[in-house]
């Protein structure tokens, strides 16, 4: 399925990161194991979804490092005993990594069904009213130039005089 881009328009303003971060995620890996899935499902949250039947929540970790999602996967060793006449499941470890833009936070993450959802979030910055403060001129006052050197401005008094 495609991904149709909803923040071409000129009205939304500041929400192109969110487009920028499904490219990065999408292009991070090119290994197919484990399947995942990246949805929107909300204006400021997303929802990373991975495939890993087989795996329990004590078999895998989820880090954040230096704006990297990782998640690695390792099932315990408790082949000991079993004699496989076929085996298509896969049991080998992995990790995955998605890059995060500047801001995105983590907020959660469930195994459900084999399926492994991390919760992601860009926190709403609030807003700030910030009112600038407007000094007055002298009329007649000339310009200060910029002191470059540390020696005293033309006119100034020195600590000789």
Do not use: C
Not at 100 to 110: K, Q, Y
């Amino acid at each position: 399925m495609t991904r149709v881009s909803l923040f071409n328009s000129p009205l939304l303003l500041g929400f192109d990161h969110f487009e920028r971060v499904l490219d990065r995620v999408s292009k991070a890996s090119q290994e197919g194991y484990p399947p995942y899935n990246i949805e929107q499902v909300g204006e400021d949250r997303l929802r990373i979804t991975l495939a890993v039947a087989g795996f329990r929540a004590e078999d895998l970790a989820i880090t954040v490092e230096d704006n990297q999602l990782v998640i690695r996967g390792r099932q315990a060793d408790e082949e000991a005993g079993r004699v496989y006449l076929h085996r298509g499941i896969a049991a080998r470890q992995f990790q995955r990594s998605f890059v995060l833009a500047e801001g995105i936070e983590v907020t959660g993450a469930d195994l459900d069904n084999g399926l492994l959802n991390i919760e992601l979030m860009r926190p709403q910055p609030a807003a700030v009213v910030q009112t600038i403060a407007i000094r007055k001129g002298r009329s007649g006052s000339r310009p200060v130039p910029p002191i470059t050197d540390g020696s005293p401005l033309p006119g100034d008094p020195t600590e000789e005089e």
